[in-house]
T-cell receptor, first 113, second 116 residues
Framework: DTGVSQDPRHKITKRGQNVTFRCDPI?????LYWYRQTLGQGPEFLTY????????KSRLLSDRFSAERPKGSFSTLEIQRTEQGDSAMYLC???????????FGPGTRLTVL | AQTVTQSQPEMSVQEAETVTLSCTYD???????LFWYKQPPSRQMILVIR??????QNATENRFSVNFQKAAKSFSLKISDSQLGDAAMYFC?????????????FGAGTILRVKS
């Protein structure tokens, strides 16, 4: 049994570059969430998918951010033209349709130089 | 808007002793879920315990228990017989129901240090 996995675990990039992160949820989970966690803070909700449909987006998700979940399986989060303020841990979580608990992945730590 | 407040940035406890982490929240809903998540250093976040608001009985999971005071909107976590492995960041979270699903709102977290 595998939990939520995320790739890469760490990413260092230069300001202005594009980056893409991947999340693989628990296989039977049809709900997938992205959160962002800055140093010393709790995670903040970014966006939510049910199957392949993106049903909720936070105001934190600027135009430079885009998330997809083709075929309702894995999801990608892309950040275009990265800024230093994008440096954070990006967490993915998944849950079943009737599930109460969200299961979190290990996160991708992004550092923008 | 629902908010979650953890007023203790850092707590310390001696091994085998008991510690209580505080959490307050603000909501106008009558039925909701509250959670405590643990995030060890460089490791993923895991659920410690959850509480359904309609249940009057406080949740318990082995050494972990909560004191849920609905009227006061308070949700504290008690860790008994603290162990070195309990050292982590602890987050209190409230589940918000959205039109097509739900999301979690987290507090800022409390770092728990366990001294041997």
């Amino acid at each position: 049994d595998t939990g939520v996995s995320q790739d890469p675990r760490h990413k260092i990039t230069k300001r202005g570059q594009n980056v893409t992160f991947r999340c693989d949820p628990i296989s039977e989970h049809n709900r997938l969430y992205w959160y962002r966690q800055t140093l010393g803070q709790g995670p903040e909700f970014l966006t939510y998918f049910q199957n392949e449909a993106q049903l909720e987006k936070s105001r934190l998700l600027s135009d430079r951010f885009s998330a997809e979940r083709p075929k309702g399986s894995f999801s990608t989060l892309e950040i275009q033209r990265t800024e230093q303020g994008d440096s954070a841990m990006y967490l993915c979580a998944s849950s079943g349709l009737g599930g109460i608990e969200q299961f979190f992945g290990p996160g991708t730590r992004l550092t923008v130089l | 808007a629902q908010t979650v407040t953890q007023s203790q940035p850092e707590m310390s406890v001696q091994e085998a002793e008991t510690v209580t982490l505080s959490c307050t929240y603000d909501t106008s809903e009558s039925d909701y879920y509250l959670f405590w998540y643990k995030q060890p250093p460089s490791r993923q976040m895991i659920l410690v315990i959850r509480q359904e608001a309609y249940k009057q009985q406080n949740a318990t999971e082995n050494r972990f228990s909560v004191n849920f005071q609905k009227a006061a909107k308070s949700f504290s976590l008690k860790i008994s017989d603290s162990q070195l492995g309990d050292a982590a960041m602890y987050f209190c979270a409230y589940r918000i129901t959205m039109e097509y699903g739900n999301k979690l709102v987290f507090g800022a977290g409390t770092i728990l240090r366990v001294k041997s």
